[in-house]
Structure formats: C-alpha cells, structure tokens
C-alpha cells in the first residue's frame, strides 16, 4: 500500500503544481490583455508591471485559487484512475475508500501548509504593493470619499461626519460626543473639521461645545454651551490613517495585524469592523476549503462511468462554483446585512462539508 500511496503522492502534486502553472498563466494572459491599454494610457514602467504587479498577482491569484486548483488536480487524475480501472483493482484488493482517500487527505495538508503562510503572511504584504500599483495605474481602488461616517475612537468616544474626503482629510457636519459611565459629559459640533499635517491634530472651525453637568442627587442636568465661527484644535488620539481605514489598507495586514486591529478597536468600543472581521474569516475558510474540496473532488471522480472525465469536470466544476458563488454570496449578506461575519463566512463550509461527506459515502462505496 505504500506504493499506491507514493504513486498518489506524486500523481496529485504534480498534477496540482502543472494546473497551477497553466491556469495562472492563462490568468497573465488574459489580465494582460484586457489592462495593456491602461498600462499604455498612464505610462506605466516596465519593471513595475513585471515586478510590482505580475509578481505579486502570481502569488496572489496562486493562493486565492489553491482550493478550485486542488479540486481540478484530484478530479482529473483521480478519474484518469478509474478510467484504467486501477481503483477497481484497488477495491478488489480490499482496499477500503477510507484508506485510499488518506493520501489525498496528506497531500490536501501539504498543500494546506504553505499555502496558510501564504495567505496569512506573505500575501497581504504583496498585495500592497500590487493594490498600490493598480490605484497609480489601473483604476481607484481607494475610496475617495465617505458619506455618514461614525466611529467609535475609544470606549467613552464616537464621532459622526456628514460627509469625509479621504484624500483632502476633511470633513463636514462633524459631532464628537464623549461619555463617562454611559452618561453624555460633552458634545462638539462643528460645519467643518480638518487634519493639520503640522500640529498633527483635528482642526474644527464654526463650532458649538455642550458641556453637560450632571446633578448628583437626581438625574437631572444643565447644559452650558459656547458658540464661535473661529478653529480650534482638538485632539481625538487618532490620525486620519486610523479613523479611516481604507479596504486595501485592511488586504495589506497580515492576519496577526489584523486580530491586533480588532482586538485594540473593540477595547476602545468600535464594534463596526465587518470588513475586517470579513477579511480575516475568509483566509481560514479559504484555506479550510482545500481539505472540503479534495474529498469533494475524490468522491465524484471514483467510480467509472460513461461520460469519463468530461462529465466529472463538468459536474464537479459547477459543484464548485457553487461553493464560490456561496462564498462571495455570504460575505455580501454580511456587509449589507446584520447576520455575524464569522458565522455567515463560515457557513459555506459547513454546507458543503455536508455535502461532501454525503457524495464520498454514495460514491465511494
């Protein structure tokens, strides 16, 4: 059984490592084509197309599709097995199909592996650079404007804008309320608030400042309120970097940064990171989904049948997009929804473990 299983080993990474090769290439090809007018139009360098962008897409779109590659790499050789009637020779050696599934289960996690750095590490850090690279010469990724921003900054903070321009780093119709022990102490209303590059610090202008002094017998208080058309400067302990995070800033961190950020904005009450939190998510089940997807991409290649390998891709390809289509489905649902990231995010996998296990069941024996 050793044997089957080196033979397996090698027929399996090979296969994966020759389809990731094709299919990125094919990928190159076909985003050269459609972006060579773009690279044309805003001058772009050379090496920084070929360095910055093409290098860094590589690994990309390798870690990205590592779970649709992996299910191609089983289907294709896996049914080429049965086809020559090796599994049936296998079977009647009384090889069971939890035995012979334990290789490709191996291999899943020998792909796994690197792939997890990949995902969570080395990715994130070349995506800036190709992120950057698209906004200089492609398209605007970065959001240049946010309309009805709010944030909590610290546990006993929010700020609201009725309107943010990232680049200029100005807002308008800006309010900044401060808490102690759940009570409003102070509210600052302003037309307009501004980052000062020199001073490092928030600059209001046209503002109204609410001070609220509590009566300790009863709830009841006064508010004492002053009015000015001139600026003033506060600090609000956060840059505009920080207060506004763009969603290609969020790609750029690696996981560890991202848990970081979490952690830090939680403790100071912003609750609202469903981007982050998104993104997070989707790099464990994204790599959890090689595993799913090799006992998917087993089961429905096994057995021989009349169609052959044609039949098994074609099924097994719309199996998976499927899957895809629920992964990108969930994280829409979550943004626009109030259903929890961790669980919408995870829910394909769940689902599709399911149906996994159900089809190596009817298939495999």
């Avoid at 997070?280 to 959890?288: C, E, F, I, S």
């Avoid at 290649?301 to 990108?328: A, D, E, Q, R, V």
């Amino acid at each position: 059984m050793k044997k089957i299983d080196i033979y397996i080993y090698k027929k399996f990474l090979s296969t994966y490592f020759i389809s990731t090769s094709i299919i990125i290439s094919i990928a190159v090809v076909f985003d050269l084509s459609e972006k060579i007018d773009n690279f044309i139009d805003h001058k772009a360098p050379l090496d920084l197309i070929v360095k910055n962008y093409y290098f860094n897409f590589i690994i990309h779109y390798s870690t990205v599709f590592s779970g649709l590659i992996t299910f191609i790499s089983v289907v294709f050789f896996t049914s080429r097995l049965s086809e020559n009637s090796e599994i049936i020779a296998l079977y009647n050696s009384r090889i069971s199909p939890w035995r012979l599934i334990r290789p490709y289960i191996i291999c899943a996690f020998i792909i796994f592996i690197p792939t997890s750095f990949l995902s969570n590490s080395l990715t994130p850090q070349t995506n800036e650079k190709r992120l950057e690279f698209e906004n200089n010469f492609i398209k605007k990724t970065d959001i240049k404007s946010e309309r009805n921003f709010n944030k909590s900054i610290n546990n006993n903070s929010m700020i609201y804008m009725s309107y943010y321009n990232v680049n200029q780093k100005k807002g308008i119709d800006f309010c900044w309320q401060k808490l102690n022990k759940k009570k409003l102490q102070k509210k600052i209303n302003s037309k307009i608030i501004q980052w000062d590059n020199k001073v490092l610090k928030w600059k209001i202008t046209d503002y109204k400042i609410d001070s609220f002094i509590y009566n300790k017998i009863n709830d009841s208080f006064k508010i004492i309120s002053k009015y000015d058309k001139g600026s003033l400067y506060i600090n609000l302990k956060e840059d505009p970097n920080i207060i506004f995070k763009q969603k290609r800033e969020i790609q750029s961190m690696t996981t560890k940064q991202i848990s970081s950020y979490i952690k830090k904005e939680r403790e100071n009450g912003n609750y609202d990171l469903k981007l982050e939190i998104i993104e997070k998510t989707q790099r464990t089940t994204n790599l959890v989904s090689i595993i799913i997807l090799t006992i998917l991409g087993f089961s429905i290649s096994i057995k021989k049948n009349k169609g052959g390998l044609g039949i098994k891709l074609t099924f097994g390809i719309l199996l998976c997009f499927t899957y895809i289509f629920f992964m990108k489905f969930s994280s829409t649902l979550t943004l626009n929804g109030s259903v929890s990231p961790e669980i919408a995010i995870w829910i394909p996998n769940f689902l599709f473990s399911i149906i996994s296990i159900y089809l190596f069941k009817k298939f495999s024996f």
